[in-house]
């Protein structure tokens, strides 16, 4: 890829002395590609004229491994992805195997994992700003946005037992019943939420240094994103309207009333305004959520040993990065004769060399930290 | 050659011993005022911060600085070998030589009244650059190479701003000489931040830019460049240089409060009877508050060893009190006076300026080094420019044309404030034109 990248104008003066491109390594170890991501840049004095992103070394083999799972067993392995998101990606898969034996969750279970995907999307997205923040050089915020993370997490540990990768969802259903005071923990995050998001856009939204950091750089125009496959708060901040919550509702989300905020610009500004914003509806929908749990079972008779019929199906949810779709495919077996996952992080990373080019080594970083990547699930 | 010797030790007895302290106690002085970031940093961030090692982090500094000491001496293998060796070294000399010439009191200072003073610190203290350029090449890696490069440059436009903010507080002290300086303010019962506001803030602004702290903490930007010219540095050589960069900070912060804040003069410096005397208790009364309260913790540690550190710093504390409290009641000790409170009232200014460092580090996100060059030469040195222009206007006019100095200078500090916001439009009006630019370019992604 960057052999064949063009540098636009010659520099004259480079041209004269000359001069070579600087070739900077950046990662996999760096403290700002979000794990171990390695980009080579090709700069013109700060200047990136080329880049290329070396993935892979998190690779664990993850679709092979569905194939000598059984359906059950491979279920936790997908919380290892996106391991910032763990409760996003359970609820995808198990949609996904529940469309591919025909069976539904049922209503009270629908809901609860409704409920704790969205508070794990604001968890996501919290972690995201924190860290996109401390790139961009602002230490503080982070620190901020952890505490409210622990609040969620310390939900789903009350939940299940586990934090991070949580396998809280189960095919058919859930395992656990809501714990007793589930609604009223939720509802007491809300509350103190709103006011903590207000806290954070002080500290950055109306920040001369914020914007002039993030206004106009990484510009993703509609089209692109569209061209280059680019899904979620990416997709959205350069204008398009799509959010798969809203295009083909799962779980609970057609229950609800929410807004899909998008941008205009499609520059790193909007994607952090539009995740703000995310960040608010997501609370509103729990807020819906916690005020009307159906009573009833919480898991559907899928029976203990899992043969769904032949047959193939890809379902996507819309998780905290974007569209993350599993491809199944069944040959009547106990496995999967096949998984293919459609990784968000994957896909919106290919739009990192267009951002790119011709910002400075700065930039480099914050665009870095606006695709929000995870590279669990880029390499998975 | 004996009797030489002998008469140079005579003479310059007490600048050598206070030169040996100052060599002595600045890395004691760097290794708190880290700490103290550390803590300020833990408490905007709703965290702790050190704890572990005596009372409240208090031994830290001590416990850092070993680790430090006896770490493994990595020279990488392409290294140049003596400029890597020298180029720390260069750094904190150039810090410790500066912090020489400073007065942190009409009782301390070094090299008695230089009569080029702050030229001297201003001067020397940039020589500090030189060690950073120089470990940055020298360390042959491309992230070194990087912050280097942006540091020389950072330097080399910040360093006009902020000469041109201290040439205009120079016009009203009419002097090099750093005791001078105070003295002129204590003439004028007034600090030089009154009379040229916008050169304190200019010189506030730079000084952060040249101290390489965020928000203009390029080269070493930790996100960006890893640790910018710093990367290859480890153990003593890394802590060498950390020194000079907190070193740096306590010389400029010095020289804001020498210049701009009444160096070692009491707020109201003017003010007798018993207003003046309550002022003057000020000190005696924080500090046994301070005394005080560490007593009170003190047996509410967890362990013996720092119950009874936390005693001593009470003990400390009380000590100081006394000191400060001495030359206000005993009439023998009244000549000490003017010392012993300058001492005090300089450490608590340049421990303000210093605060208000860090509160800006934890609030401000970092800039981008293009958006810093051009903050530098688009706004500041034009403004610092015009402002050294007015303020000498207006002494002229209030010296030879006999308009009214008070008058002048207010008029004239205003013009500088409309000429900053004319500035700030144009710039703006720049950055609009370059966003519609960018609007206007329309990209085929499907092409190729």
Same mark, same amino acid.
């Given at each position: ?111 609860? =994992? ?34 409210? =993370? ?23 259903? !859930? ?37 002039? =950091?993030? =206004? ?154 606006? !695709? ?9 | ?29 760097? $290794? ?35 680790? #430090? ?53 201003? $001067? ?36 006009? +701003? ?33 009379? +040229? ?141 003017? $010392? ?39 706004? #500041? ?68």
């Amino acid at each position: 890829m960057a052999e064949t990248v063009k540098t636009g104008m010659p520099n004259v003066q480079a041209t004269l002395l000359g001069a070579d491109e600087l070739i900077l390594n950046m990662g996999p170890q760096h403290p700002s590609t979000h794990g171990v991501l390695r980009v080579k840049l090709r700069l013109d004095g700060e200047r990136v004229t080329g880049s290329e992103c070396i993935i892979g070394y998190l690779h664990r083999g993850v679709e092979k491994i569905a194939e000598h799972r059984t359906y059950q067993q491979f279920a936790p392995y997908v919380d290892r992805m996106d391991y910032v998101a763990a409760v996003s990606n359970g609820l995808g898969y198990c949609e996904a195997v529940e469309k591919l034996l025909g069976a539904e969750a049922p209503p009270r279970a629908r809901v609860i =994992r409704t409920i704790l995907t969205e508070l794990q999307r604001i968890a996501s997205h919290l972690l995201w700003l924190g860290t996109h923040a401390l790139d961009i050089g602002a230490l503080t915020p982070l620190f901020y946005c952890f505490r409210e =993370r622990e609040e969620i997490l310390k939900i789903f540990e009350k939940y299940c037992g586990a934090r991070l990768t949580t396998h809280a969802f189960r095919i058919g259903g !859930l395992q656990y019943e809501a714990y007793d005071t589930l609604e009223k923990d939720v509802e007491r995050f809300c509350k103190d939420f709103e006011r903590r998001i207000v806290d954070y856009e002080d500290l950055l939204t109306q920040n001369r240094i914020w914007v002039g =950091r993030t =206004r106009n750089i990484g510009v993703l125009s509609a089209a692109d994103a569209v061209a280059l496959g680019a899904t979620g708060p990416v997709l959205r901040a350069s204008g398009v309207k799509w959010d798969i919550r809203k295009a083909m509702p799962y779980a609970a989300y057609d229950q609800y009333k929410f807004e899909i905020p998008t941008g205009k610009a499609g520059d790193t500004y909007d994607r952090y305004l539009v995740r703000v914003e995310e960040m608010r509806q997501s609370r509103l929908i729990c807020l819906q959520a916690i005020e009307n749990i159906p009573s009833g079972p919480i898991m559907a008779r899928v029976g203990k040993v899992l043969k769904p019929p032949p047959g193939e199906v890809y379902h996507a949810i819309e998780a905290p990065k974007g569209e993350l779709g599993y491809y199944v495919i069944s040959d009547g077996t106990v496995q999967p004769y096949r998984v293919r996952i459609r990784p968000p992080s994957f896909v919106n990373l290919q739009a990192f060399d267009k951002m790119v080019r011709g910002h400075l080594v700065a930039d480099v970083v914050a665009i870095i930290g606006t !695709l929000d990547i995870v590279l669990g699930e880029v390499d998975r | 050659m004996i009797h030489a010797t002998l008469e140079f030790l005579r003479t310059y007895a007490g600048p050598l011993i206070a030169a040996v302290v100052i060599v002595a106690v600045l890395p004691l002085i760097a $290794g708190y005022v880290v700490l103290l970031e550390r803590k300020v940093m833990a408490h905007f961030q709703v965290r702790l911060g050190p704890m572990r090692v005596g009372p409240h982090g208090l031994l830290q500094p001590i416990a850092d600085a070993l680790k #430090l000491l006896i770490k493994e001496d990595i020279i990488p293998e392409n290294a140049d070998v003596w400029i890597f060796w020298i180029a720390p070294v260069t750094s904190v000399t150039a810090a410790m030589l500066a912090m020489g010439a400073l007065a942190f009191g009409p009782a301390f200072q070094v090299a008695k009244d230089i009569n080029i003073g702050l030229l001297f610190v201003v $001067g020397v203290s940039s020589l500090g650059i030189f060690g950073i350029v120089l470990g940055g090449w020298a360390s042959n890696s491309h992230y070194s190479l990087l912050g280097a490069l942006r540091s020389a440059a950072q330097l080399v436009s910040y360093e006009t +701003a902020a000469g041109m903010a201290l040439v205009s507080g120079l016009l009203f002290a009419g002097t090099l000489q750093i005791t001078d300086i105070v003295k002129a303010q204590a003439s004028e019962h007034l600090w030089f931040v009154c009379f +040229a506001p916008v050169s304190f803030f200019i010189y506030l602004v730079a000084s952060i830019a040249e101290t390489n702290r965020a928000p203009f903490d390029m080269p070493e930007a930790e996100s960006e460049l890893v640790a910018g010219y710093m990367t290859e540095f480890s153990g003593f050589r890394w802590a060498l240089y950390f020194l000079a960069e907190y070193a740096n900070m306590v010389v400029v912060a010095s020289v804001a409060t020498t210049l701009f804040l009444g160096g070692w003069l009491r707020p109201f410096s003017g003010l007798g009877g018993p207003a003046g005397t309550a002022l003057d208790l000020f000190p005696v009364l924080i500090l046994l508050a301070l005394a005080g309260y560490c007593g009170y913790r003190a047996p509410k540690q967890p362990v013996r060893v720092q119950q009874l550190v936390m005693f001593g710093v009470a003990g400390l504390c009380a000590l100081f009190a006394l000191v400060l409290a001495a030359p206000l009641f005993v009439g023998a000790l009244a000549g000490a006076k003017a $010392g012993i409170h300058g001492a005090f009232w300089f450490f608590l200014k340049v421990s303000a300026y210093i605060y208000l460092f860090m509160w800006l580090r934890f609030t401000l996100p970092r800039y981008r080094f293009d958006q810093l060059m051009r903050l530098g030469w688009h706004f #500041l040195i034009p403004l610092s420019i015009v402002n050294v222009m007015l303020l000498g206007l207006a002494i002229v006019l209030s010296s030879q044309y006999g308009v009214n100095r008070a008058l002048a200078i207010g008029v004239m500090n205003l013009i500088t404030l409309l000429f900053a916001l004319y500035l700030v439009s144009v710039e703006k009006g720049r950055e609009d034109r370059k966003a519609a630019q960018t609007a206007d370019q329309v990209t085929d992604s499907y092409a190729g």
